[in-house]
């Protein structure tokens, strides 16, 4: 399935820039699009975390900017600037700890970019991001992997998070993914690692039960990628055969006629 998200204009858009924001591409000068500017906001470890725990913000972004500006939505709004800083990957990136997370407030997080010539004009916001805290409902899911926790590199599993006590939502973490998808029942391709899953009510999405116990999923190498290489082995010691049956018939037939050339004379 797959779905299309539209990307809204904001009013806060950054200024065009020869070299900083304007593109060469096979020596044609384009706009970048919107989702070339906005920034990429993640969290470190993982979204899900424990009340009074800590986690750490990530704004990064292809686009070379100068400094990230990063809001807390809500109640109690927060900002701050962060000077970026270069990635070895090309990409500029600035980190936020962000400490004693509590279940008393929502954590919506946002970020921008701007060049530090031009404060005012900001980047199209990234998209938002809320921390969710685990262990706030007296329940824990289970989860399970159909048709088993083995799978051919590019097969398809079924993982499935079920309750006994009724919830609105699942969320499926991967441990060490930075940006967790929702779902009650999500086909991982080729994902190995360990999952776990969480609950929710639709009334305090952020507030999540105990996780599950973890899953491990396995990606073993294709059976079909084994017989093509089996194949080609197969194939190989054919040819050597008869390269070798080759070479020994024409030796034999090039001594029979020296013997008969001796004859003669």
Same mark, same amino acid.
């Given at each position: ?6 990307? !809204? ?6 200024? @065009? /820039?020869?070299?900083?924001? &304007?593109?060469? @591409?096979?020596? @044609?000068?384009?706009?970048?699009? *919107?989702?070339?500017? $906005?920034? &990429? ?20 972004? +292809?686009? /070379? =900017?100068? /400094?990230?500006?990063?809001? $807390?939505?809500?109640?109690?709004? *927060?900002?701050?600037? #962060? ?12 980190? #936020?700890?962000?400490?004693? @997370?509590? %279940? ?9 970019? =701007? ?10 916001? %990234? ?15 289970? #989860? ?10 590019? +097969?398809?599993?079924? *993982?499935?998070?079920?309750? &006994?006590? $009724? ?16 779902? %009650?029942? %999500?086909?991982?391709?080729?994902? +190995?690692?360990?999952?776990?899953? =969480? ?11 105990? !996780? ?21 082995? /197969? ?9 070798? *049956? +080759? ?5 034999? &037939? ?12």
């Amino acid at each position: 399935v797959t779905v299309a998200l539209g990307v !809204p204009v904001s009013a806060h858009w950054p200024s @065009v /820039r020869a070299g900083h924001v &304007r593109q060469t @591409v096979e020596g @044609v000068r384009r706009a970048p699009l *919107l989702s070339e500017l $906005k920034p &990429r906001l993640s969290a470190l470890p993982s979204p899900v975390v424990t009340s009074g725990g800590n986690v750490t913000l990530q704004c990064g972004s +292809g686009q /070379r =900017y100068d /400094r990230f500006v990063l809001t $807390k939505e809500g109640g109690h709004h *927060l900002t701050w600037t #962060l000077d970026s800083q270069r990635h070895p990957s090309g990409q500029v990136q600035a980190l #936020l700890p962000i400490g004693l @997370v509590t %279940s008393g407030q929502r954590w919506i997080f946002r970020c921008y970019g =701007y060049y530090r010539s031009t404060p005012q004009l900001w980047s199209v916001p %990234s998209d938002p991001l809320e921390l969710q805290l685990s262990g706030q409902l007296p329940v824990t899911p289970s #989860l399970s992997v159909q048709p088993g926790p083995t799978v051919s590199s590019g +097969g398809n599993v079924t *993982l499935l998070c079920q309750s &006994r006590i $009724k919830m609105d939502t699942f969320l499926l973490c991967k441990e060490g993914a930075a940006d967790p998808p929702p779902a %009650s029942e %999500s086909r991982v391709p080729t994902l +190995g690692g360990t999952y776990r899953c =969480y609950g929710s009510h639709s009334s305090s999405p952020y507030l999540l039960s105990w !996780p599950s116990a973890p899953l491990d999923l396995v990606v073993s190498a294709s059976p079909h990628r084994d017989h093509i290489v089996e194949n080609v082995i /197969r194939m190989g010691l054919a040819g050597l055969v008869l390269l070798v *049956l +080759g070479i020994l018939l024409f030796g034999t &037939r090039h001594s029979q006629r020296g013997t008969q050339d001796a004859g003669r004379r």
